[in-house]
């Protein structure tokens, strides 16, 4: 490496190049804290040719945006939580833009409760909320860390607080989602589920802004847990219902299951389905499991088609492959 | 890849390098040592003498870039990390020309690394020691966390007044990644390491 000689020749108030840098360090012309001054502004101009690069980056991260939303409204229902999720979007891009005017920023906190029933779409939510504030810029990773009890409450004494921090840790940057959070309110008071809540505060003091909680559960339990714990619901200002399905809901949630497989209900078949799901509905067990349910009806049905079509496979055509008839479903349900 | 350790003189980080070269598991050290002609000799040392050879107590002991290749295993992979030690940065004008020359060579470095690490004397802040904090490091702040992967390691955290050191380095530079550190101890050595494996390209 050779900075014995001068690019310029000239004597200039201003640096030009970052080799000139170097060269005017080694001369003795500036110190090194002017040294990086200049290259870091010597950086930004070559940034600011690449401006345009970032232009389209930023359209990129919009296109990035919509297609994330486009997949929320794919989902079945749920038009609550995707009125919330097109504000949430409003809100931060509006604090983007204000920031571009100098004017000062909301820090909101956007931490969340979702609560539901199981299989009403609460891990499939964070999920695509993960990869939005991601797309957004909100969310550096924007990756989703499930969590449950075990995973955070340990065995002996201080042993709760080291693991819960170890998750924070790997959470950090994307979305931290505890499933069936009111476990940890559940034990009583020598429980080491409390550690687990107070720690969890604490790193929502701590880290602010760097990753999002969301604590899920069903709704009684969910209510019941967080008035254990004063500071809780403060801490939580967003509280996302995720209310069951009505049986047009799940038809339509089942429909699109079996696209995904290129199967098709007969006709017969899902008018059958339908009116055994009108006549349950409201009476299903409340852990029922909704959308799970469904796909565990169609699963089987799946398979019961399997067994009628094996008999004659020799006779088989592409059409009855992807037929589900009325037979199939019933012995499932 | 290469980490780039830079910071001011004094402020640990010979030390840094030779000891957490030996935490990452090196049994001895072979240094590639760039001198200011662009000369690249190497030289094997065992990690005892290393330290006694390397690290001094005067400013501006290390003036050629020293590089040492550590292994970093994490289960099955083998990630071969490159920390290299550079001459301590001035706020001043350096009066000898050599030092000079070693500063623009490390600044140099800094222009095409893949990653920083900038360390800061925690209990020397406030001070008017040649290794407290100064106009140097936010310059290197500003400017390094544009480049690449960043992170200040407040140093001498073994020592009394760091403790009050590392708050105002947190205040002071808000928004960095900030590991505070022992060199001596081997403090916070796992959060180095961590942030090192995070960042990997």
Known sequence: MSLRTNPSGTVSSNPKTPREVLYWVEHGRISSDAALRHLSQLDRRSASAAATEGKANHTSQKDRADEVLRQLDQLVGLSGVKLLVREIRAFIEVQQRRLDFHLPQDTQMLHMVFQGAPGTGKTTVARLLGQLF?????LPKGHLVEVERADLVGEYIGHTAQKTREVIKRSLGGIMFVDEAYSLARGGEKDFGKEAIDTLVKAMEDYRG?????????????????????????RFPIHLEFPDYNAQELLEIGRAMLAA???????EAEQGFLKHLE??????????????????????????QAVRLAGHLDAVTRHDLTQLTWADLEGGL | ????????????????????????????????????????????????????????????????????????LTGRHHHVICLTDTVGLTDEIHFENHIRRAMAMALDQLTHTSM??????????GLARPESLSLMDEAM???????APYAILANKMDRDLAKAGLDRVRERFRGQAI???????????????????????
């Open chain 1, 279 to 304: 006549d349950r509905q409201g009476n299903w067990h409340t852990n029922a499991g909704n959308a799970r349910m469904i796909r565990n009806i169609l699963e089987h049905a799946v398979r019961r």
């Open chain 2, 141 to 147: 702040a500003r400017y390094a966390s544009t480049i």
């Open chain 1, 210 to 234: 760097e990753f999002l909680l969301i604590l899920a559960g069903y709704p009684h339990e969910m209510a019941w847990f967080m008035s254990t714990n004063p500071g809780l619901l403060s």
């Open chain 2, 1 to 72: 890849m290469e980490a780039l350790v830079v910071g001011k003189p004094n402020c640990g980080k010979s030390l840094f390098v030779v000891n957490f070269a030996a935490y990452l598991g090196l049994k001895e050290v072979r240094l590639e040592m760039m001198d200011q002609d662009g000369v690249v000799r190497h030289q094997k040392l065992p990690l005892e003498k290393a330290r006694r050879q390397l690290v001094s107590h005067v400013a501006h002991k290390t003036q050629t870039m020293q590089s040492i290749s550590v292994d970093i």
């Open chain 1, 134 to 138: 991601e797309a957004l810029g909100v």
């Open chain 2, 179 to 201: 590991i505070p550190i022992s060199a001596m101890t081997r403090r916070g050595f796992r959060d180095v390491k961590t942030f090192i494996l995070r960042h990997w390209p």
């Open chain 2, 116 to 125: 920083v690490l900038h360390l800061i004397d925690a209990s020397a802040i």
């Open chain 1, 261 to 267: 497989g290129q199967y098709v209900l007969t006709k």
